[in-house]
C-alpha cells in the first residue's frame, strides 16, 4: 500500500535545510515520530515482540501495539505469530528492509513530484 502524496508533509520538510533520515521517513510515510522510532528498533532488532519494544522504547504495550498496527499498514513492519513452548502464541514483527522501504519513498516522492509539476503547468500563462 503505497502512502498518498500529502503537499503539507512535504512542505515541511523542505523547511528543514538538512533532514534526518527519520525526518524524511515520518515525512514521506505521515507517520509519527514514535513510530519511526519502533522502525529503526525493528531494523537493530528483527522478531521483537511487543513487550521487548515498549521496554526498549519506554512506552506501554498500548502505545507501540497502535504504533505497529500503523506500521503494518503502511507495510513498513511484518508480523509472525510464533508458538510458545508453554502454550499460547506471540506475535514477532521485522522492519520491512531499508532497501525496499527506500524504493517506497522514492516512488512516493516521485508521486508528489509529479503533482506538484501539475500545479505548475496549471500555472496561469499571460
Not at 513510530?35 to 532488532?45: H, K, N, P, Q, T
Not at 522492519?95 to 508521486?111: F, I, Y
Request: glycine share 4%; proline share 6%.
Amino acid at each position: 500500500m503505497e502512502p498518498e502524496p500529502d503537499p503539507a508533509r512535504f512542505r515541511n520538510l523542505m523547511l528543514d535545510s538538512e533532514p534526518g533520515c527519520e525526518e524524511v521517513l515520518r515525512c514521506v510515510f505521515g507517520i509519527q515520530e514514535h513510530e519511526a522510532r519502533l522502525y529503526m528498533e525493528l531494523l537493530e532488532a528483527p522478531d521483537s515482540t511487543v513487550a521487548e519494544l515498549a521496554e526498549v522504547v519506554d512506552r506501554d504495550r498500548s502505545n507501540v501495539n497502535r504504533g505497529l498496527t500503523t506500521l503494518l499498514e503502511k507495510d513498513l513492519v511484518n508480523r509472525r505469530r510464533r508458538l510458545l513452548d508453554s502454550g499460547g502464541h506471540v506475535y514477532q514483527y521485522r522492519a520491512t528492509p531499508e532497501e525496499e522501504a527506500r524504493e517506497m519513498m522514492h516512488a512516493t516522492l516521485d508521486e508528489w513530484t509529479a503533482f506538484v509539476h501539475e500545479r505548475i503547468d496549471e500555472f496561469p500563462q499571460r
